[in-house]
């Protein structure tokens, strides 16, 4: 077995985030709600990044799928700091620009 596998699901914890039969865009609406309170308009597909690294000691490997976008409540590109929380796990976060 390859370093880079994960036995669980072969994605890393953070890839999980996706759920089958969603579109990924629908992924990043879904995320953004849960976690900040806030919806997105305008959403275009960048492109994908690959990233082979290790965390921890631990060997783990990532893609990850870039969007742009824009909130819909245009109020919170003032703010310097956005409180929300990891919706998986309730943990506290804060998204800082």
């Known amino acids: 077995m390859s370093p880079y596998n994960f036995p669980e699901s072969l994605c890393p914890k953070s890839a999980r985030l996706y759920r089958n039969h ?3 865009i629908d992924t990043v609406h879904r995320e953004l709600m849960e ?3 806030a919806e997105v308009k305008e959403l275009v597909y960048l492109g994908a ?3 082979i690294f290790t965390f921890d000691g631990t ?3 990532e893609i990850v ?3 742009d976008g824009a909130f819909v409540d245009s109020g919170l590109y003032g703010q310097d700091v ?3 929380h990891e919706s998986g796990e309730n943990l ?3 998204v800082i620009w």
């Open 22 to 24: 969603v579109k990924l």
């Open 82 to 84: 956005i409180s929300g």
């Open 92 to 94: 506290p976060m804060e």
């Open 49 to 51: 990044l690959e990233n």
């Open 65 to 67: 799928q870039v969007y």
């Open 35 to 37: 976690e900040i309170g």
């Open 59 to 61: 060997p783990g490997h």
